[in-house]
């Protein structure tokens, strides 16, 4: 029996030793990331339950394949952790038998990470070439409808012909850490980026995300703790490039939004109208040293750009405003690295295009060494600062000049067309009133993307709006003729009544002869009149008001489906409550001087 007992201590003896052994060699396979981690912050990283997988930990990991990457990306809210870097800090990953924090010594405390060191560099997918782009472009600076609008307005600029967005985001994307001061309080959401990218995908449009980088940048130059890097302090429009945290900025910039787009083949990196350029004393000093020429530090500062971006992306082909290269000489575009970095989008919005003006540019684009280029015509936005209702005759002849321009490329074979972006103004700039709503500009958008898909606005083309969008285009009156089937036609009609009748209506109500007589400035100030000539508009005036009233209570739930309140006040303010405070004052002082039954002068009711 003792034997027997002792004959079992052996076995278990044994057993306990191969145990040890066995987690011995397991544990070798955890140093690595055990010490990859540990070399973050030990402050800030807490060890809990993590279950490794032993059989994947010591062999190299392939990177994740471009396609099924994107998938994840679009589909999860939350990035997936790259096996190649540490885990997620907020994820705690600590092994059941630790009990306390790692301690490491002689190791220099790294920062907190931030949005910079956690992006990862993702070659661009590539795509099989599917010809020249239609874009379409939104213009976020203003009027951004909400998520659940452009749910359903995709898929109808996919059916019109489109093939992409060129999405600018200026203060709506969802800037973190220290760049948050910039985005708007209706910015859109990491949520509401990640559902846009899938409406975009499930459309088959292309999302290609434009950033201002030079000009235009008021969002960013209005916050005062960015104005030190103004190119004029009086100004907000354009940025020192050579101020030393200029760059730095942008990078971050980019960084966070190229973190949200891994998928984007194409980056617009702005970069127009940079007015002032040359007149901050960085600027007046580089100049000194570099023969005075403008152009060539508004190209390095686009060359450094563009290097900032492919360093984060390899292979991102970038796009940029041409105008302030077109006076720049073609020995001056070809010392520089730009035209072998990034494509110039030409723009012209005008209905009538200078074809032979147009056509030197193209020869020195090409002689420059430019690979390609872009077209850039509109679809709202460009026939006035404050334009309510879209001419759309103004944009369809723009639309045909540029096909005249697209006829002529086969005489540049060095120069790929790569595609013509349809712009959609919101406002001029950051700091002017709002454009055109993008509902109302849906008819010209349907006349231009049909004109350019079939070559002119034919027959065909007329048809298929019709189709599309339930009503018809009648030029000469300027309308879409009928209910309208497509998204947002309530608001469209109810802005052609405002922009047609409102102010009208009172101005006929101001031609009667009674109310001409009878509630002059003066007399309402002294509560002065003949209830028997007030008797007369009195009714009428009032039927007036009310029904405008009903008609806009309406017109504002339909604009809060579509638009963020800050839109709806503004829109509201510069369009329609000038006209109905004169309305409402004239309806009071009538109604309240009639029960007065005509006292003399008072300015007491």
Known sequence: MN???????????????????????????????????????????????????????????????????????????????????????????????????????????????NIEEEIEIIEVPVKPSTGPLRLVHLDLKGAAPKVSYLKQIFPLFSSLGAHGILIEYEDMFPYEGELEILKSPFAYSVEDIEEIKTLANLNKLELIPLMQVFGHLEFVLKHEKYAHLREVPKYPNSLNA???????????????????????????????????????????????????????????????????????????????????????????????????????????????????????????????????????SSFKGTSGVDQRWTPLKHHLDNHLSWLKVMDSMDQYPSLTFQGIAITGWQRYEHFTRLCELLPVAIPSLAVCLQTLKYGSFNEEAVKAVHHILGCNIKLDPNICEGSGSFVGAEIYHKVRKIHTELQSSIDSMMTDHFLRGSLSNYLRKYNFANPRNLRQFKTKLRKLQDDWESMLETFRKEMEAIFYPDTVEEWMEDNVNEQMTKLRSMVQDTERIYDLDGRKKSLNT
């Open 3 to 113: 034997s027997f007992k002792l004959l079992k201590l052996i076995v278990l003896f044994l057993v306990t030793l191969v145990i040890m052994k066995f987690f011995s060699s397991s544990n070798k396979g955890r140093v690595k990331i055990n010490s990859k981690i540990m070399d973050m912050d030990t402050n800030i990283f807490w060890w809990n339950n993590y279950t490794p997988e032993p059989e994947n930990l010591d062999a190299p990991k392939e990177p994740p394949k471009a396609e099924k990457n994107l998938e994840k990306k679009i589909i999860k809210k939350e990035p997936e952790p790259n096996p190649e870097e540490p885990h997620n800090l907020d994820s705690p990953v600590e092994p059941k038998e630790a009990k306390k924090k790692p301690v490491i010594e002689n190791v220099k405390k790294e920062p907190e990470p």
């Open 242 to 376: 050579l101020a030393p945290d200029s760059l730095p900025l942008l990078k971050n910039m980019l960084k966070q939004i190229l973190k949200r787009h891994p998928e984007a083949r194409f980056f617009h990196i702005g970069a127009d109208e940079v007015y002032e350029l040359g007149e901050s004393e960085d600027s007046k000093r580089w100049l000194e040293k570099n023969n005075g020429d403008v152009g060539a530090l508004y190209l390095s500062h686009v060359s450094n750009v563009c290097h900032l971006v492919t360093e984060m992306r390899p292979g991102m082909k970038m796009i940029f405003w041409d105008d302030m290269i077109r006076k720049i000489s073609v020995p001056t575009l070809q010392t520089s690295d730009v035209p072998k970095l990034a494509f110039p989008m030409i723009w012209n919005y005008n209905p009538q295009i200078d074809m032979q003006s147009l056509a030197k540019l193209l020869e020195k684009y090409r002689d420059a060494g430019f690979l390609g280029v872009w077209f850039a």
